[in-house]
């Protein structure tokens, strides 16, 4: 750089300084929102636009009402072949499970007991969620490998386990399926909390020292029958 370059330049910061002493601050033009929003729609070059047959890929949800069922049928005695040999190993011939992986079976009339057993008959809320579930993320170790007609038969028979389908002979497909109610679907309800608690909501809800007086314990916790007696506990090998 010349010396007179250098010049210019101190003298340009020099000039800045004395404008900013005294309060005064060149202003840049300001943006519009249609210079905004154009900036905002230029691309980025970054990856490229996804494919439809991409989008489907991962767009594999089930609604309650049908919407995002896949094409296809299967029947129970064609879900039966299918659950022997895909899932019987880890969830039971009759669902009951084996060993320690869950059940899929069983447990109706035992939600409201200390002891409830969770299963697609006894808890899950809608046919929805169980094909959802079979179609996303089983049989373990190789998801998503089940062809739509094998996904079909195989929910179909896991509701035939649970008694929720009783003829061996029923085809399960797009249509069929909405006749499909879970025994447990009427204790699901919308969260409305919206509604139900808005009386509770504050504007500007307390954050410290909100109750008079010291804190003290009111209850205790406690393990009821966790604890085995002697001579009684599982042997470990």
Same mark, same amino acid.
């Given at each position: 750089?010349?010396?007179?370059?250098?010049?210019?330049?101190?003298?340009?910061g020099?000039?800045?300084?004395?404008?900013a002493?005294?309060?005064?601050?060149?202003?840049?033009?300001?943006? +519009?929102?249609?210079?905004?929003?154009?900036? %905002?729609?230029?691309?980025l070059?970054?990856?490229?636009?996804?494919? =439809?047959? !991409?989008?489907?890929?991962?767009?594999?949800?089930?609604?309650?009402?049908?919407?995002?069922?896949?094409?296809?049928k299967?029947?129970?005695k064609?879900? !039966?072949?299918? #659950?022997?040999?895909?899932c019987?190993?880890?969830?039971?011939e009759f669902?009951?499970?084996?060993?320690?992986?869950?059940?899929?079976?069983?447990? /109706?009339?035992?939600?409201? +007991?200390?002891d409830?057993?969770?299963?697609?008959?006894? #808890?899950? =809320? #809608?046919?929805?969620?169980?094909?959802?579930?079979?179609?996303?993320?089983?049989?373990?170790?190789? %998801?998503?490998? *089940? +062809?739509n007609?094998?996904?079909?038969?195989v929910? %179909? #028979?896991?509701?035939y *386990?649970?008694?929720?389908?009783?003829? !061996?002979?029923?085809e399960?497909?797009?249509?069929?399926?909405?006749?499909?109610?879970?025994?447990?679907?009427?204790?699901?309800?919308?969260?409305?909390?919206?509604?139900?608690?808005?009386? *509770?909501?504050?504007?500007?809800?307390?954050?410290?020292?909100?109750l008079?007086?010291a /804190?003290?314990? +009111?209850?205790?916790?406690?393990?009821?029958?966790?604890t085995?007696?002697?001579?009684?506990?599982p042997k470990?090998e």
């Open positions: 750089m010349s010396k007179s370059s250098r010049l210019a330049v101190l003298s340009a020099v000039l800045a300084l004395v404008f002493s005294a309060g005064m601050i060149a202003a840049a033009p300001k943006a +519009t929102k249609q210079n905004a929003h154009a900036e %905002a729609a230029k691309p070059g970054i990856g490229r636009e996804a494919k =439809p047959e !991409e989008i489907a890929g991962w767009d594999i949800d089930i609604r309650p009402d049908g919407q995002g069922l896949p094409p296809g299967g029947t129970v064609q879900g !039966e072949a299918i #659950y022997m040999q895909q019987a190993a880890c969830h039971g669902g009951e499970s084996a060993g320690r992986w869950p059940i899929v079976a069983g447990g /109706a009339g035992t939600l409201a +007991t200390h409830p057993v969770k299963s697609v008959g006894s #808890y899950w =809320p #809608y046919a929805s969620t169980v094909m959802d579930y079979i179609r996303r993320a089983m049989p373990f170790g190789n %998801a998503q490998s *089940l +062809t007609d094998e996904l079909y038969a929910t %179909a #028979y896991v509701f *386990l649970n008694d929720i389908i009783q003829d !061996e002979h029923f399960l497909n797009a249509n069929s399926f909405k006749s499909i109610k879970l025994p447990n679907e009427r204790n699901f309800r919308d969260d409305d909390r919206d509604v139900t608690e808005k009386s *509770l909501w504050r504007k500007s809800p307390c954050m410290n020292n909100c008079p007086g /804190a003290r314990i +009111t209850g205790r916790a406690r393990a009821i029958d966790v085995p007696e002697p001579g009684k506990g470990v």
